[in-house]
Structure formats: C-alpha cells, structure tokens
C-alpha cells in the first residue's frame, strides 16, 4: 500500500498519519509515541476515547499476554476497543512511554546515556499525564466537535482524573481496577499480604512456621521456599518463620526500583484519587472486579460509601462484576493471580454503561 504522510502543527504537538496504520505522535517534549486509532464501522464520530494504560511498560494493546496462562495471547486494550467500537465509540490506543523507551533501549543501547530516557525516570508521573494530554488535545483535534473521554485502567485510573481534572477537554472517565491508595501502600498490600495466603496454605498446624517437612510438600510454592530457606532463615534455626517470609516479601519493595523515588516524591505533590473524584464535575464512572487481586474491589467500595453517605454527587457511577478480576477476566478465586482474557460479557456491559451515558 503507498505510504501517505499527513503533518499537522498545534502548539508543540506535531502529529504523522499513514495509510499503511504505522501511526506516531510527537508528544509535549517532541518524543514520538506509535499509536492507532479504531473507529466505528460506517458511523460519524460524535465521541472518542483514550485508553490510559495501567503501570509498567503497557504496549498500545494493552499486551497482558506475559502474565497470562501458557500460549494464551491477551490484548486487554485491544479487546476493549473492539466492544467500544460496536457502540460507536472512536478509540485511540497509543504505546505507554516506557514501552516506546524500552523498546528503542533493545535498538540502541547508547540511549540510556539520552536526556530523553533520563528524564523520564526523574519525572515518571509528570511526563505520563502530559503524554495522556498530548493524546487528548490529538483526539479533540482529529474529530473536530466529538466529545473526548479517557478510560484508564489500574494506574491509568489515576493518570485518567488528573488529566481531566486540569481542563476542560475531557467529558468523563472511566476506570477500571480503580486504587484510592498510594502506590506504596498499595504494593505494601500486594507483595506483602497477598502472599502471606500461600505460606499459610503450607503451614499446617498453623504455628506462624514452616518446617522442613511443610516445605517438603509437593507444591511448587514450598518448593521455591525451600530453595530460598538459606538465604530467609535469618536465625538459621532450619525453619521458616512468617516474619521471615514477610520481610523477603518486603525486601522486594525496599530494594526501589529505578524510578520509584521519584515517583514517590511526584504523587506526593498531587491530589490524591479521592480528593479529585470528589471535586470533579465530570462523569465518572467504576468497573470493578469482585475478585482483583491488585487493586481491590474495596477501594471502590469505600467511594461507594463516601458518595452515598457524604459526597452525594450525581455524576459517579458504580459497576461491579463478580467472579473476574483485574482486567475484568475471569478468575477461580480471589488469590488466582494468572490473567485470561477479558470476559466478553462485561466489555459488552460495559460498553452499553458508556454508551447509555456519553452519547
């Protein structure tokens, strides 16, 4: 297919479109970001959504397939875009920063020595918001009059109300895998006590330790304890104790990853996910696994509560699905942690909620 290349100048956005779909964006400091756009079939575009990725380096469709059962390929955000365009939703789905960088990183080594990638590690939530609204001002330019709203997922829920809160572009949001919490306290609950279930499945007569004969088990957890016994059996007493096990699950979060500091230091200085669903005059709206394990059903609970018993705003809506987790699959129980494919259903249901209130 010829390539036809289409420029287009705003203010410090530069955007390229291609007939053969290999799309980018210069985004605010000029870093090209690929994205697509999805539209519906033989409909004019009245509405259009963003979709704001959860953490990590997330690909434009939403890629959860390393996370996912063995040879199971799972597109979240190319899934959800398919229900959306059904209901004549226009959607844009773009590579997350840290995808594109790392991906260039693999090409180029040298890179890492760049201002470009180093930037991006000193202001991590500052340079992901003003991706996500350089992505907007694309989207309110490239269907001129539609109505522009962000779905964000996990993180991007977050990143979703902080760029709708600083203007006026964005009609609504909705969000999915929803956390009130600071990333710390979140990861805090994630790493540390989510995990104390497989030790206490191990831990038969339940005394707060595991012996040499409970991680003898023919379990692939006691197995990887067992193995990692030298190194947790701080007292060398031969046995496992739960504080034990804890504080390996900690160290985990101590040990920062590049970037964590910062990213600390930036969410400090931001209003927090209550503070600004509290104040917002657009729609928001919830869907929310019963079973997520990441970002627990309870965060959106407490919301629910807020609104019905103080806040009482009209423009926050609650969804809630049970029996799926993260990303609306479906999941054996609240400590299955292997991700599938988002359940058909609930896109559908959801996208009925969407269209039922944006168009």
């Excluded at 109300?161 to 999915?176: F, K, N, P, T, Y």
């Amino acid at each position: 297919m010829k390539t036809i290349v289409c420029l287009f100048f705003a203010g410090l956005i530069t955007f390229v479109c291609r007939a053969d779909g290999a799309e980018s964006l210069k985004s605010f400091d000029g870093y090209r970001l690929d994205y697509e756009i999805d539209y519906p079939a033989g409909k004019k575009v009245s509405s259009v959504v963003v979709l704001i990725h959860g953490s990590g380096p997330q690909d434009m469709r939403g890629d959860l397939t390393a996370v996912s059962a063995p040879g199971t390929k799972n597109y979240f955000f190319k899934d959800l875009s398919d229900a959306l365009t059904e209901k004549g939703f226009a959607v844009v789905r773009y590579n997350k920063r840290a995808y594109q960088l790392a991906e260039q990183l693999k090409k180029d080594p040298s890179f890492a020595k760049s201002s470009t990638f180093s930037d991006f590690f000193a202001h991590p939530i500052d340079t992901t918001i003003k991706d996500a609204e350089a992505f907007v001002a694309f989207s309110a330019k490239t269907f001129p009059g539609a109505k522009v709203y962000l779905i964000g997922h996990s993180e991007g829920t977050w990143i979703s109300l902080q760029v709708a809160s600083r203007g006026e572009s964005v009609s609504g949001v909705a969000l999915i895998g929803f956390a009130a919490q600071t990333q710390s306290t979140l990861l805090f609950e994630q790493v540390v006590y989510r995990s104390l279930h497989y030790f206490e499945s191990l831990d038969n007569d339940r005394d707060g330790v595991l012996t040499a004969t409970e991680l003898a088990a023919n379990d692939p957890i006691a197995k990887s304890l067992a193995g990692q016994l030298p190194v947790l059996d701080q007292d060398k007493n031969g046995k496992l104790e739960r504080s034990e096990f804890m504080g390996g699950n900690l160290l985990n979060i101590l040990a920062d990853a590049p970037g964590m500091e910062e990213w600390r230091r930036e969410e400090a200085a931001l209003k927090r996910p209550a503070s600004l669903i509290k104040a917002a005059a657009f729609s928001v709206l919830f869907f929310q696994g019963e079973l997520d394990n990441q970002t627990p059903a309870y965060n959106v609970r407490a919301v629910q509560l807020a609104n019905t018993l103080i806040w009482k705003k009209p423009n926050l809506h609650f969804k809630f699905f049970s029996g799926l987790g993260h990303a609306l699959d479906k999941r054996t129980d609240y400590h299955d942690l292997v991700f599938k494919p988002a359940d058909k259903r609930a896109l559908g249901a959801l996208a009925s909620e969407l269209f039922s209130r944006w168009k």
